[in-house]
C-alpha cells in the first residue's frame, strides 16, 4: 500500500490536465528559486535501491505501518524506481511497477479487479513504496517523480492503466484531484497490516504526451 498519483479530466470535465494535477488550468510557471521544489535532481533506476527501501520503511514506520512489503517481494516485479534529491539528501521515492507474467504487487488483495483490466492491448502500471519526506507539495513531487518514470518508460509499450492502493482515507484525495475511480473494497493489506482499497486511473495518449513534453 502507498500513501500515491496519476489523472487527467474526468468525463465531462472542460478542467485541464494539469489543473487536476497542480490546481490550475495553465501550464506550470518555471519553479523560483525560493521553492522547495528548486534544486531538485532526479534518478530513475531499474530494480529497487537500498536508499529508497530505507526511506520508504521509515516513512511506514513512522505511521505505524508494517514494512513487509519494502524491499523484498515488491522487487520480483519489473519495474523502476525514481529518487527525488536535494543535495545528498533523499526527499522522496516511488516505484512504478510493470504487469507481467509475474502479476503486481496488488494481485495479492486485488486479483480479480486487476484481472478485468487486463487485456491484449493494455499495459498496467502499479505505483507502490512511495513515500516524501520533503518541505514541498506531494502533488507536484508525485507530478515529477511519474513524469520521469514515463520518460525513462518511452522506448516500451505506453502505459494504459495506472493502480494503486491506499488507505482510505487517503483515497478521496486521488479521487478528486488526480482523477482516480475506487475498483476495489476496502481490505486489510497484509504487507502494511493496515486498510487498503484499490484505485485505478486510465491513461491516455494525451497524458503521455504532456508527460513527455520538454
Not at 493494455?122 to 520518460?151: K, S, Y
Not at 475506487?182 to 491516455?204: K, N, T
Amino acid at each position: 500500500m502507498n500513501a500515491s498519483l496519476v489523472a487527467a479530466p474526468l468525463a465531462g470535465s472542460k478542467r485541464s490536465f494539469w489543473s487536476r494535477w497542480i490546481g490550475s488550468d495553465e501550464a506550470p510557471p518555471a519553479v523560483p528559486r525560493s521553492d522547495p521544489m528548486a534544486g531538485l535532481d532526479f534518478e530513475v533506476a531499474s530494480g529497487g535501491l537500498p536508499a529508497a527501501s530505507a526511506l520508504a520503511k521509515r516513512r511506514y514506520q513512522q505511521r505505524g505501518l508494517g514494512t513487509v512489503g519494502v524491499g523484498g517481494t515488491g522487487d520480483r516485479v519489473p519495474g523502476i524506481t525514481v529518487l527525488a534529491k536535494h543535495g545528498a539528501h533523499l526527499w522522496a521515492t516511488l516505484r512504478l511497477g510493470l504487469d507481467s507474467i509475474a502479476g503486481l504487487q496488488a494481485d495479492t488483495h486485488y486479483r480479480q479487479e486487476i484481472d478485468r483490466l487486463r487485456g491484449s492491448s493494455r499495459h498496467i502500471a502499479e505505483v507502490t513504496r512511495l513515500a516524501i519526506d520533503a518541505p514541498c507539495p506531494p502533488g507536484a513531487m508525485l507530478m515529477e517523480m511519474f513524469r520521469q518514470a514515463v520518460r525513462q518508460l518511452r522506448h516500451q509499450a505506453p502505459i494504459t492503466d495506472l493502480v494503486i492502493e491506499v488507505n482510505p482515507r487517503h483515497a478521496r484525495f486521488y479521487v478528486q484531484r488526480f482523477g482516480f475511480i475506487q475498483i476495489g473494497d476496502e481490505r486489510i493489506c497484509s504487507r502494511v497490516g493496515a486498510p487498503a482499497v484499490l484505485l485505478h486511473r486510465p491513461i491516455s495518449s494525451a497524458d503521455l504526451a504532456t508527460w513527455l513534453a520538454d
